[in-house]
């Protein structure tokens, strides 16, 4: 049986993420293998800040303990390229300005047999901030009455709205084609560990968090809306701008308007997607819903997707996640219960899986595939985050295998998702900078 395990990326990674990243066009995965190497450095930067925290340090202690490492590490690396401590390369603009000064955490699924990686998830612990404001369209309706005529009219208007709080985004959501439709829910696993590892490491992350749906986006991979509206006050095709957001978002601050704007005068194909998913973004949104977002009337200035949000503490998965003590291996027959499990060590390496388990007096017990998988032994504390089962039923039911068992079906349906330039390419639970 086939174990899939979650961990951190790493640089070996970076051919599999940048033919992943080709497959769509997101901002938070870019196809630039500068920049994904610069995203898993910062991702394994983050990642010991949080093993920082499961050892007891605070937020401030833990920032202290990383950042001598980097420094080391940056020194290291200068002597041995020859020159002045420029080890690592530093994109100091858009997105990846934003990523570097919050942390980010790059997490990868991969086949255990194979080890191969077949899909990545993040999530950026504090989106922006003062002077690198998120930017979104706030919906608000007006009314007019005229007494002479006797009757009235409603109109929708946006207007811009720049957040500097810092939210928590979740994004860079991307499966392999052929594992989606996989009856053990890939997808899910890669979405759910984001907020497993919010409830474990909770200092490292906002009190809000914040997803960007994606709208309906037409064969050609162009936006409606933004044709009709973004366009008229930015002269770049959808595809240009949303490119030249890795880079700079100034140009949206400084060029779109901050008047209220009637949404009534676009044509009505331009209004139909306004707040609007896609068909193959209806199950993301559902399941970020279920899980606490809420829609309050924020759109996407490029495509008119709606931005969920949530509070941190208010996420069901969030809550419900815990820290215990890891016993002797259990059998199948014992394991009554089905979650996320995972492990971090001193290092920040970070594994996770599905799997059967069964709790009694804190102490949680799971099977020896499950441990081997995830390279555990009795004594270690380990994360758990109860969550149903895959095929929706008891994990008894199922036999009880570890992780996500077996291999994904032929002929694995596909389809378009969000900013796909090909069909069947990727699917994604809600993302930063668009991505959903």
């Not at 007494?147 to 109109?155: D, I, P, R, V």
Request: hydrophobic content about 40%; aromatic content about 6%; overall charge positive.
């Amino acid at each position: 049986m086939t174990v899939f395990v979650m961990r951190r990326a790493r640089i070996e990674d970076v051919p599999t993420l940048l033919k992943l990243a080709r497959m769509v066009h997101f901002i938070n995965l870019p196809a630039d293998k500068d920049i994904i190497s610069d995203k898993i450095q910062r991702s394994r930067e983050s990642f010991g800040r949080a093993a920082a925290i499961a050892g007891g340090q605070s937020l401030a202690e833990s920032k202290r303990t990383t950042e001598s490492s980097e420094q080391r590490a940056e020194s290291a690396n200068g002597k041995r390229s020859g020159g002045g401590g420029a080890g690592r390369r530093s994109v100091e603009t858009g997105i990846a300005a934003v990523t570097s000064r919050s942390d980010l955490f790059m997490f990868v699924l991969e086949d255990v047999d194979s080890g191969g990686v077949l899909g990545t998830s993040q999530i950026i612990a504090h989106m922006g901030g003062p002077g690198a404001p998120n930017v979104s369209l706030h919906l608000s309706t007006k009314e007019m009455f005229s007494t002479s005529l006797q009757f009235g009219t409603k109109h929708v208007v946006a207007k811009l709205v720049l957040d500097e709080s810092g939210p928590t985004e979740i994004g860079g959501l991307i499966l392999q084609p052929s594992y989606r439709g996989h009856k053990l829910k890939l997808g899910r696993f890669l979405s759910l560990v984001r907020f497993h590892a919010m409830g474990l490491y909770r200092p490292l992350f906002s009190d809000r968090v914040l997803a960007e749906m994606m709208a309906p986006i037409t064969l050609d991979g162009r936006s409606t809306l933004w044709e009709y509206l973004g366009r008229r006050f930015i002269n770049l095709s959808y595809t240009e701008a949303d490119r030249f957001c890795q880079y700079s978002k100034e140009f949206m601050t400084s060029l779109l308007p901050r008047e209220e704007i009637y949404l009534t005068l676009l044509p009505p194909e331009a209004r139909a997607v306004v707040g609007q998913v896609g068909p193959e973004t209806v199950p993301a949104r559902r399941m970020l819903e279920k899980l606490g977002f809420a829609y309050l009337d924020k759109i996407d200035p490029f495509d008119g997707g709606p931005h969920l949000e949530a509070k941190t503490d208010e996420i069901t998965i969030v809550r419900n996640t815990r820290t215990l003590e890891l016993g002797e291996a259990a059998s199948a027959a014992a394991c009554d219960g089905h979650g996320i499990v995972s492990v971090i060590d001193a290092d920040g390496e970070f594994r996770s899986l599905e799997t059967a388990y069964c709790e009694e007096r804190g102490v949680v017990r799971v099977m020896k595939q499950a441990m081997k998988a995830i390279r555990i032994e009795p004594g270690a504390r380990v994360g758990l985050t109860p969550i149903a089962a895959p095929n929706g039923g008891s994990q008894k039911r199922t036999r009880g295998g570890a992780s996500v068992n077996g291999k994904a079906p032929k002929g694995a349906r596909g389809g378009k998702t969000k900013r796909s330039r090909k069909a069947a390419t990727a699917t994604d639970i809600g993302g930063a900078g668009g991505e959903a």
